[in-house]
């Protein structure tokens, strides 16, 4: 199972990348694993300022439609509109091409609630 260490984790198996005030969001290969065959991604908060832990959007699979859960506080200012054409790059490339939104950060103080790759290790029990 891939968990890259620059990143960071939520207990509800998102990722973050942070780079100066955006933070890029997408979902866990464990997430994708457990999902199985994604087939569509839907996000209908672009250009809108939500709460941490506010739902953002949701991701459909074969089996099951999951929400996706906000990480941080901020704007949604970019969706990725290629997977609109291919979701199934969440499975194939979850941290790079599989990316879901870019979300210009608020509250750069709750950075500090995210979990390191150890501690999402932990909770996987990877």
């Given at each position: 199972m891939?968990?890259?260490?620059?990143?960071?984790?939520?207990?509800?198996?998102?990722?973050?990348?942070v780079?100066?005030?955006i933070?890029t969001?997408g979902i866990?290969d464990f997430?994708?694993?457990?999902?199985?065959d994604i087939?569509?991604?839907?996000v209908?908060?672009?250009?809108?300022?939500l709460?941490k832990d506010?739902i953002?959007?949701?991701?459909?699979?074969?089996?099951?439609?999951s929400?996706?859960?906000l990480?941080l506080?901020?704007e949604?200012?970019?969706f990725?509109?290629?997977l609109e054409?291919e979701p199934?790059?969440?499975?194939s490339?979850p941290?790079?091409?599989?990316?879901m939104?870019?979300?210009?950060?608020?509250?750069?103080?709750?950075?500090?609630n995210l979990?390191?790759?150890?501690?999402?290790k932990?909770?996987?029990?990877?």
């Open positions: 891939n968990i890259p260490a620059e990143l960071k984790y939520t207990k509800d198996h998102e990722w973050v990348r780079d100066g005030d933070a969001i866990t997430a994708q694993g457990e999902l199985g087939v569509y991604v839907e209908e908060t672009l250009d809108e300022t709460d506010e953002f959007g949701t991701v459909e699979a074969v089996k099951t439609v929400d996706l859960i990480p506080s901020g949604i200012i970019e990725n509109e290629a054409d199934e790059k969440v499975n490339d941290y790079n091409e599989g990316w939104i870019k979300l210009k950060i608020s509250d750069p103080a709750e950075l500090e979990l390191g790759d150890t501690d999402y932990t909770l996987i029990g990877a």
